[in-house]
């Protein structure tokens, strides 16, 4: 007998699951809102979970983070209407089981619900192996564990695995934890940089070459393919590799035999093959610029990594981490590090993922040298200011131009700029608060000033509201009557 939970605020709906499943001999609940359904999952586990998506006080899928942060989550059913196409596809994302359209079928409910419970029964009687050594992953986000649990699920198997995501995510050590956590870790992981191969190389590079095969070939060599028998080829950056050179892959990935240049015997290879890209490799074979032959054999399982910015959780455990090694590393005392450290590097973007933020750290724990502290100030320069300049965007409600719209405005507002944090990022710097009082304190004087305390031609220029205005002024014991102003 399984638990069942039905999220839906239709009375009717909840009702005709309930029904359902009472009559297949499962114990059934229902909660009619998001918060009901939230102190439900808490209470007690459930087998299944029947989650509408448009609920009274907000969205079902928001309630998927935390249900896959579980230790033993439920199987997800979502219901989404019709004309909600983008639902099912945020749904599968989430980790949700699968998706049922309403209104549907009791045979099509039926169906779904038999299935989900099959899987379940299986995945709760398989035997793990030994606990995945994830030791040089770092990550605790909701987004991290679903990659661990993605993770595992590859290193048990010995499919084509293709891992995506932007540059700095972490692509390649994701491969190497892979494969040292799978049955081919005695064997050698093999790295391949596609963006590197040469049409006019490519063959010698992969499969090898018979001494004397051409011109320079002094010596017979084993190549990259053969080197990863019984262990892992792992093909970064496929998406980079020329049209040319991929039809040279196709029937070793599908067959693993090869032949080398200049060789009249066909070797084996028992590999297991990982690629990983940071493009798109769908949009590539639509615009002609990836065979969908090739596509087709590098995505047995698909591991997508999700950026840095989406994960902004694991910020602190990852500069933490990197810190002590880094200490370790150069032989120096570990540190602390400062609250203003963290505020920096909780606001910054982080474009470049991982490896930027690696990179930064490093340069800081240089900078910092032999003080037992991290500051901000250790931060590079660069990095500050755009901090800085995205902190004042936020708070004044100013928008950022492209270069194309940057006009005389634009050009004013960088020479204020320019004069007020002339030297600001020289000397150690207020804690964000305090300076961002400062700031709006200074500018609404000057603003109540050059508008000579007109009411109308302060809330143009400064873009506020009447009644954000009203609280700026009350806030800062600011009055525009004091210069014979109008309101």
């Not at 419970?117 to 793990?128: G, I, N």
């Not at 070793?252 to 015997?265: H, N």
């Not at 997508?304 to 994960?311: F, K, T």
Request: with cysteine.
């Amino acid at each position: 007998m399984a638990t069942i939970l039905i999220i839906d605020d239709d009375q009717e709906i909840c009702e005709t699951l309930s029904s359902l499943g009472t009559r297949l001999a499962h114990s059934c609940h229902s909660a009619h809102s998001l918060n009901a359904g939230r102190q439900a999952v808490r209470l007690r586990p459930f087998d299944i979970l029947f989650l509408d998506v448009r609920l009274p006080d907000g969205n079902g899928l928001d309630l998927l983070p935390e249900l896959m942060e579980m230790a033993d989550p439920p199987e997800i059913i979502i219901l989404t209407g019709k004309g909600d196409p983008d639902g099912a596809e945020l749904a599968i994302h989430g980790g949700a089981w699968d998706y049922i359209l309403k209104p549907s079928s009791v045979r099509e409910i039926t169906l779904t619900l038999g299935r989900a419970l099959k899987y379940r029964e299986e995945k709760l009687a398989r035997v793990e192996g030994e606990s995945l050594n994830v030791s040089k992953v770092v990550g605790t986000s909701p987004r991290m564990k679903a990659c661990f649990k993605l993770m595992a699920q590859a290193a048990r198997s010995d499919s084509n695995l293709l891992i995506t995501g932007e540059t700095g995510t972490g692509k390649e050590l994701f491969a190497k934890t892979i494969h040292d956590n799978s049955n081919r870790a005695g064997g050698k992981f093999v790295f391949v940089d596609c963006a590197s191969l040469t049409e006019s190389l490519v063959e010698s590079t992969l499969f090898g070459h018979r001494k004397g095969a051409f011109t320079g070939a002094q010596d017979s060599r084993i190549g990259l393919v053969k080197l990863a028998d019984n262990g892992t080829l792992f093909l970064d950056e496929v998406g980079e590799m020329p049209l040319s050179i991929q039809k040279s892959l196709l029937r070793v990935l599908q067959e693993r035999i090869f032949r080398a240049v200049g060789d009249t015997q066909e070797q084996a290879s028992n590999f297991r093959l990982i690629a990983a890209t940071n493009r798109n490799l769908d949009d590539m074979v639509e615009n002609h610029e990836f065979r969908s032959d090739l596509l087709f054999r590098l995505t047995t399982m698909r591991l997508p990594l999700p950026p840095l910015r989406q994960r902004p959780e694991d910020i602190r455990a990852l500069a933490e981490f990197k810190t002590t090694q880094l200490c370790l590393q150069y032989g120096m005392p570990e540190k602390d590090i400062d609250d203003d450290f963290w505020e920096t590097l909780e606001s910054y973007d982080w474009p470049g993922n991982v490896r930027e933020l690696f990179n930064i750290i490093e340069r800081s724990v240089i900078a910092a040298d032999t003080e037992k502290n991290l500051f901000a100030m250790h931060l590079p320069r660069q990095m500050r200011i755009q901090v800085a300049k995205e902190q004042i965007r936020r708070m004044t409600g100013s928008q950022v131009l492209s270069e194309d719209e940057e006009g005389e405005e634009d050009e004013d507002v960088r020479k204020i700029g320019q004069d007020i944090f002339q030297d600001i990022f020289d000397r150690p710097l207020p804690s964000l608060k305090a300076f961002k009082g400062a700031s709006e304190k200074i500018y609404l004087g000057e603003l109540i000033r050059q508008c000579g305390g007109e009411t109308a031609r302060i809330l143009t220029v400064s873009g506020l509201s009447r009644s954000h205005f009203y609280a700026l002024l009350k806030r800062y014991g600011l009055s525009i009557q004091n210069g014979g102003a109008k309101s």
